[in-house]
DNA sequence: TTTCCTTCTTGCACTGAGTGCAAACTTGCA
DNA sequence: TGCAAGTTTGCACTCAGTGCAAGAAGGAAA
């Protein structure tokens, strides 16, 4: 967790931020998303209204966090393994996401969120600023130079698009459970999806 | 534009929405986004404020409206051709979407929301939308049976975000101009991307 | 044309999102 | 201890978004 890392001053802030993310996931699981108040998030969190707006700008985003915050941390882990193709690091990184205290966060906030157009826009954007970040990484990878921006753009978003297909199947079967078989199951639908990007969609 | 299919109120609806559509994106470019509010579109359009509501929940959705329906001409399209390996019925669907009449309005609404987040995110559900309806098309195909959901989420996911990267770079380098020769360069990037996603992106 | 029904538009009133500002408070550092 | 920098809060304001009911306009009949 690096805690000793973080001064004071940090270490308010992100607890804040937690308290308001879990304010805001507990009035969606308890009411429905869009039957409370940015009032009832603030009091929820034990934070002023005008607080929650230093924070975010829209109940949908604080609601998402958690998907921006897996993804980060997928981005983290990729940028560890540069001497590598992209499809296999993608599928060493994806592999380890499968994991309990990464998922589960993010695993709430789509459960929630699931059907709910205005969040589901804020996970979109989460898998769009995640697909930019990859573009940036292809680019700072070792021979990556000869590469064309079509062919690095598409890739980084079919990675993206298995990644996050695999997801969505994997919450359709079962429902954010993170028991470890589950969790298998998720791993497999990661390692299958990726493999059917390489071989190009084949029957 | 099969106006006599159409009922007076039909025709009334849609040249509303038109002009409330224009209004919109004529704002955006005049004086960029976010900085008109919906009394200012209404007011452009000819309608009340009340009536702007009656269309679209917020200007947002109103800008991102021509992307909604460049894809969903797109998608009628796919569905014309339901004998065909989806690989290929995207290319030739794709090839043909390279055409001023359907590109322009979506490259306008493109091109004004370019950076905003707010108004990107609607872009992005509209190829979500477009994601979703392709799983069904596929699922409506013959043959189709014997394919999982995975398969066919993670094909779906990759045939559009290939279609969109290739709108990007796109945009990026020609910014949209509608000049013939620009548009002969977007069915290149379009073919190229498919045959990125046909190969396995194999270098 | 007149009549009646349905659909669309509008005005009004209201809740609540989102923001700028300045005062109060907390932390970091000397 | 005291000052500088960062954070929270309250206040006031604009404007997004919605329910409701009255009015305008289209459609189909006599």
Not at 117 to 134: N, S, Y
Not at 182 to 192: G, K, V
Request: aromatic content about 6%; charged content about 25%; hydrophobic content about 45%.
């Amino acid at each position: 967790m690096t805690p000793e890392t973080l001064s004071r001053r940090e270490q308010n802030k992100a607890a804040t931020r937690e308290s308001i993310v879990a304010a805001a996931l507990g009035l969606a699981r308890e009411r429905g998303l869009g039957a409370f108040t940015v009032e009832d998030i603030a009091e929820s969190a034990g934070v002023s209204r005008r607080t929650f707006f230093n924070y975010f700008t829209s109940p949908e985003e604080a609601i998402a966090a958690p998907t921006f915050g897996f993804l980060d941390r997928a981005l983290e882990r990729l940028g560890d393994r540069p001497d590598e193709p992209l499809l296999d690091s993608a599928l060493t990184v994806i592999y380890g996401l499968a994991d309990n205290d990464l998922i589960a966060p993010m695993a709430e906030s789509f459960l929630v969120a699931h059907g709910h157009e205005p969040v589901a826009r804020f996970q979109l954007q989460a898998f769009e600023e995640c697909r930019e970040k990859i573009v940036a990484a292809i680019r700072g990878r070792g021979g990556a130079d000869s590469l064309d921006g079509l062919y690095v753009h598409a890739l980084a978003a079919c990675v993206i698009s298995c990644g996050k297909s695999a997801l969505e199947v994997w919450m359709a079967e079962r429902g954010g459970d993170l028991a470890p078989s589950s969790l298998a199951r998720l791993r497999e639908l990661l390692t299958a999806s990726i493999t059917h990007l390489k071989s190009g969609f084949a029957v």
